[in-house]
């Protein structure tokens, strides 16, 4: 669940409403009303007809022969306000766009503001005509009478652009608009760290820890070194960027999300991630991200303190998780520890929010399948479910989680999809409802969410995607909508498809090998073509070669597809597919018998007691990666992360197997740089 995350990058470019193009003497745009509370306290006066009316209208004939309208008073009108009305008087000072009348006098109406008493000049971008001061109303008004100056107006905060849909699919906006925003509350993001300094937030970052480690190959993400650092959870630290690409992204984006539902609550980042300089464990030199169960349990004690110091806090998000289990985890041995944390934060008053995950299978991956956490499942902004989401009885809620554009470290934003990016939906939602119902503890909270959501279908199981219009403000939830899942085949759209964990990052050049080429061995040709004559030739040999899929499948996914009756594809695709896996690959069938779609269906959904084994996680995730190879969803030359290739992960991967190598970073290497499906 990679994130990048929203915003806007001054307010200057993600304004939606329609605004008048800035002009001299051009009036103020108009405020936005369900965005900004201030906004709606002080609305822009109305223009006046001297204002808007032309400078010198053509006389034009009356009706009927009438005499002509009067040309006006030859007087010039009087001009419009510069300063916004409202901003003379405010004394605690106001952060303002100042517009001026060319490029060329920004820097010298800068120097002056600069010069007035408790004024500061935040933003002066470049060859552009206004620039940003935080100043008192008195200061304000001497800079108005300048002039250069054209306008002075308040620096409205806007949703991004891209979050807008979604806000007003699950009612946000109409929340915003009843000045339910999120007042008082604080959420706790567990992630990648966060770039405070970007715009989005507006300075509603107040707190930071990190939990990272440094173990062998693992570099600590921590900036000092310091666990509470003002800047600990920096995701702009020199650790988080290789080769020029930003690792830490995910949790900026997430945190972004958040913000956008509730726009007044506090955030606290925790970076929980560890940058690992050999994701595979051969040396190789694959980066990547990862995080400790350790780091997380670390984590979910600061929140439990915090809760302490910080009774506003109510949800802590973590867009993070394992494997999917079926059914509820708190029965798992060696998850005792994390479940207990978990149930410990619901019990003070804090939901843990999770990601489902995006496997496309029914269940959940830790945190989320612990019955006391609050369990996420993505839809589109058309109420369908995602068919990558994890889905069924195990989720809470479902909300929304495909191409969703927020806040990336460097002030910027970025289109992602995933269970990630449907999780801080609800944690935001969690701080509008506990400002609204401020004595409700989250399992009230998490009911009445329950209760209000629109209905969803999916697989005969029904989970309500999250609706706080009819949560807050009250109304009948919307009609179900059902839906049955579809396992993917050939020709399915990738376009919405989930980005990939944290661990995925940009690769250096992969260390040739000596090992064969895994490239297919040509056979005879398919589609699986039969040509029939009045009188019948020899049966002609079967045709196999690779498919023509657009999209790769994870392993759960190929479960399906193997098991009889349950899947898209024929049987004579998958015995075909399984055949060029065959000569393709060292291990298939040599070392673990793949060869039949039942054979196949077992390797890729172990069962008993070694279905949670290294050996087997690693066997269905190289499987898989093979199977997608076959189906034409990845060729051996795309990229795998980074600069890798899937030609070099799948020889590293065998060779690792081969020697009886440790398997647990090879697995999830494979399972997110190969068969986690993502943008081109």
Not at 39 to 62: F, I, L, Y
Not at 238 to 246: K, S, T
Not at 470 to 485: C, K, R, Y
Request: proline letters at 10%; one cysteine or more; charged letters at 20%.
């Amino acid at each position: 669940m990679r994130l990048r995350a929203l915003v806007a990058t001054a307010i200057v470019l993600t304004i939606i409403p329609a605004a008048p193009a800035l002009a001299e003497n051009a009036p103020a745009p108009p405020p936005a009303v369900a965005e900004s509370p201030v906004a709606a306290e002080n609305p822009a006066p109305a223009e006046s007809p001297a204002a808007s009316a032309p400078v010198t209208p053509s006389p034009v004939p009356s009706p009927e022969g009438g005499p002509a309208p009067d040309a006006g008073d030859p007087s010039p009108p009087a001009p419009a306000p510069k300063l916004e009305e409202g901003l003379a008087a405010d004394e605690d000072g106001a952060r303002v766009i100042v517009e001026v009348t060319a490029p060329a006098e920004a820097a010298p109406v800068a120097d002056q503001a600069q010069a007035l008493p408790g004024a500061e000049v935040v933003l002066q971008p470049p060859d552009t005509s206004f620039i940003v001061v935080e100043a008192t109303g008195e200061s304000l008004a001497v800079l108005a009478e300048d002039p250069r100056v054209v306008s002075v107006r308040r620096d409205r905060t806007y949703s991004p652009s891209a979050l807008a849909p979604n806000l007003q699919v699950i009612g946000a906006e109409a929340v915003h608009n009843a000045n339910v925003r999120g007042d008082g509350q604080t959420i706790a993001i567990v992630d990648t760290g966060i770039d405070a300094d970007h715009p989005a937030f507006g300075g509603k970052v107040v707190g930071q820890a990190c939990f990272s480690t440094a173990d062998g190959t693992s570099q600590t993400l921590c900036p000092n070194g310091q666990t509470t650092d003002p800047a600990s959870a920096d995701a702009e630290t020199a650790a988080c960027v290789h080769d020029g690409v930003n690792l830490c992204d995910h949790g900026t984006h997430v945190a972004g999300i958040a913000h956008a539902v509730a726009p007044a609550a506090d955030i606290v980042a925790v970076q929980v991630f560890s940058r690992d300089n050999d994701c595979y464990g051969d040396g190789s030199g694959e980066v990547c991200l990862t995080a400790y169960e350790s780091s997380i349990l670390l984590a979910l004690d600061h929140v439990a303190k915090l809760k302490d110091s910080t009774p506003g806090l109510v949800a802590v998000n973590l867009s993070l998780g394992t494997f999917p289990f079926e059914g509820s985890c708190d029965n798992v041995t060696g998850l005792e520890a994390m479940r207990g944390k978990v149930e410990a934060l619901r019990a003070k008053g804090v939901a843990v929010v999770a990601a489902a995950g995006n496997d496309g299978t029914p269940g959940a991956g830790a945190p989320g399948c612990f019955s006391a956490a609050v369990t996420v499942g993505a839809t589109g902004n058309d109420d369908h479910v995602a068919d990558w989401s994890n889905h069924g009885s195990t989720l809470d809620l479902f909300a929304p989680g495909v191409e969703i554009d927020s806040a990336v470290p460097g002030g910027g934003t970025q289109v992602y999809s995933g269970t990630s990016m449907a999780t801080p939906h609800v944690a935001g939602a969690f701080a509008l409802m506990a400002q609204k119902e401020t004595d409700d503890a989250p399992d009230a909270l998490l009911g009445r969410l329950r209760t209000a959501g629109r209905p969803i279908v999916y697989g005969g199981v029904t989970v309500p995607r999250l609706d706080l219009g009819v949560a807050i403000l009250g109304g009948t939830p919307q009609p179900p909508v059902t839906q049955e899942p579809v396992p993917d085949g050939p020709g399915d759209d990738p376009s919405d498809t989930p980005t990939p964990d944290p661990t995925s990052g940009p690769e250096p050049e992969p260390v040739p090998d000596d090992t064969p080429d895994p490239a297919p061995v040509p056979l005879p040709t398919v589609t699986v073509t039969v040509t029939v004559t009045a009188t019948p030739p020899a049966a002609a040999p079967a045709v196999c070669t690779r498919g023509k899929g657009r999209t790769t499948l994870t392993a759960a996914q190929w479960a399906v597809e193997m098991h009889k009756r349950t899947g898209k594809l024929s049987d004579e695709t998958l015995d075909c597919y399984l055949r060029l896996a065959a000569k393709a690959s060292a291990v298939f069938p040599e070392i673990t018998r793949a060869s039949t779609p039942g054979t196949a269906h077992r390797v890729l959904k172990p069962s008993g007691k070694t279905a949670r084994t290294a050996k087997a996680t690693f066997d269905r995730e190289l499987l898989a990666a093979w199977l997608n190879w076959a189906h034409g969803a990845v060729n051996l030359t795309a990229k795998a992360g980074g600069t890798s290739t899937v030609k070099a992960a799948l020889a590293s991967a065998e060779k690792r197997r081969l020697a009886a190598l440790s398997l647990s970073k090879a697995a999830s290497a494979l399972r997110k740089q190969v068969n986690t499906r993502r943008p081109a």
